[in-house]
């Protein structure tokens, strides 16, 4: 062996002794107390340990980033929508299906024979309150509860609504006409809703029936009508009052809809609604509540300045499939009819305090949409619709945070979601074999004996 070799042997083999010695100096070291070594992680504390450096690429640190901000917006997400700000639990199909209680439930007829074959709800929204006892000064203020701004005008265009509403249903045997509005003034406790029906029953016009009813309007003069019976018994025509069913003396004044046989007349009230957005809601609540089912389509007559609010703010609140048709009808329809003259500021004023206040609180339940509904509300009343329509509570009762406009739309299933099994669309078709040409078709809570989607 040479010099070199030898050389190169022996340092190899010092080096591999250092080694094993400074591996059994480790162990000794580390199993004495109070002494840490600097090159073991695992002894290190944890502060220290956190303070180490490590390698951590690009993509690592991206996708951290992305996690973290995926778990901020589902939470934000969360706290918002699945909680009420205002400390109300969110309804569930569980919680409300068939909740109607039954000392209510045993309290109800059956409803008006020919009432399962409407399914068009006709919404004629009420601004104010017809005080008059003829029908003839109904173009005059004094005969309106009004606010100071309705005056000079608006009673022409309400009668036109109620004009307008009677026709829509008297062309579709299949219409319920609803007059929508509450008790909103102070001065009267009569609604809004049961002075336009009144004012209508007072008209002399055709007023739609239900199918198979034999009624009939006697009226006198043009335009001066005068309720005089609806059942002519009498052999001359005269349409004599029968005093039996009404007092001779009630019938005179024609702000009260009284009349024998009044309950065959395809007109109803809904009676609770304080703006225009209840005014939607608890109307087809109001046809659920009197058919017994949801409808199929909605036509709202009202002002023609507030047709984006309908449209764009109030039919997407409550889901209703605005864009959507049945056996060739829109789903939804608005009829608008403003007052004569100067219409350019009375839009300016509804897209300020109206359609930008509901575009920020869909729902109405905060800041100045709320003290409004209170301040209509003077004899603090509440609707029933809960128990009525148990089927939409949840969105009775949805609040959304204040300022989150469509985002903060109702997330629960509604009676008229298109989402029904096999077996229900099946058993629809056969019921309603038109349905299956293309027309469409509407769930709701007939179709939930077959088992229709829940939450």
Known sequence: MSKASSSSFLSKAARKTSLVRSAHGSANASSAPGITLLGSA?????????????????????????????????????????????????????????????????????????????????????????????????????????????????????????????????????????????????????????????????????????????????????????????????????????????????????????????????????????????????????????????????????????????ENLHAKAIRWPSRSYVLGHKRFAYIGIDDEGDKIEKYKHEQQDGYKLFERDMYGCHGELLAKRKSRNPARRFHPYFSSAPEIAGLLNWCPPDGVGLQGTYPKSLPWDPRVTDDALMAMRTKHPSYTRGGGWLPDIRWLQFERERD
């Not at 219409?175 to 029953?201: D, I, M, N, P």
């Open 42 to 310: 695992s002894a290190l504390p944890w502060r220290q340990r956190l303070a180490q450096r490590s390698r951590v690429t690009n993509l690592g640190i991206l996708l951290l980033m992305a996690l973290t901000s995926l778990s901020v917006v589902l939470n934000i997400k969360h706290w918002a929508f699945s909680s009420d700000p205002l400390g109300r639990t969110p309804a569930r199909w569980d919680t409300f299906f068939s909740s109607t209680p039954k000392a209510l439930q045993i309290t109800l007829p059956e409803p008006i024979k020919g009432t399962d074959k409407l399914n068009h709800l006709v919404l004629v929204v009420g601004h104010a309150i017809w005080a008059g006892t003829n029908f003839a000064g109904r173009m005059s203020d004094d005969n309106w509860v009004l606010e100071q701004y309705q005056r000079g005008g608006s009673v022409k265009t309400f009668w036109k609504h109620i004009e307008r509403g009677i026709q829509i249903a008297n062309k579709d045997k299949r219409a319920l006409l609803v007059f929508s509005g509450g008790q909103t003034r102070s001065q009267s406790l009569q609604t809004e809703a049961e002075s336009y029906f009144s004012l209508a029953l007072s008209s002399g016009m055709d007023l739609p029936v239900l199918p198979g009813s034999s009624f009939t309007l006697k009226t006198i003069g043009d335009h001066e009508a005068i309720v005089k019976s609806f059942f002519d018994d009498d052999k001359d025509g005269a349409g004599h009052i029968d005093v039996n069913a009404i007092g001779s003396g009630a019938i005179q004044n024609e702000a009260i809809a009284a009349a024998p046989g009044l309950e065959q007349i395809r007109m109803t009230t809904e009676t609770f609604a304080l703006d225009s957005y209840e005014n939607l809601l608890f109307s087809v609540a109001r046809f659920r509540e009197y058919t017994g089912a949801f409808p199929e389509r909605i036509t709202v007559v009202g002002f023609g300045m507030k047709k984006e609010r309908f």
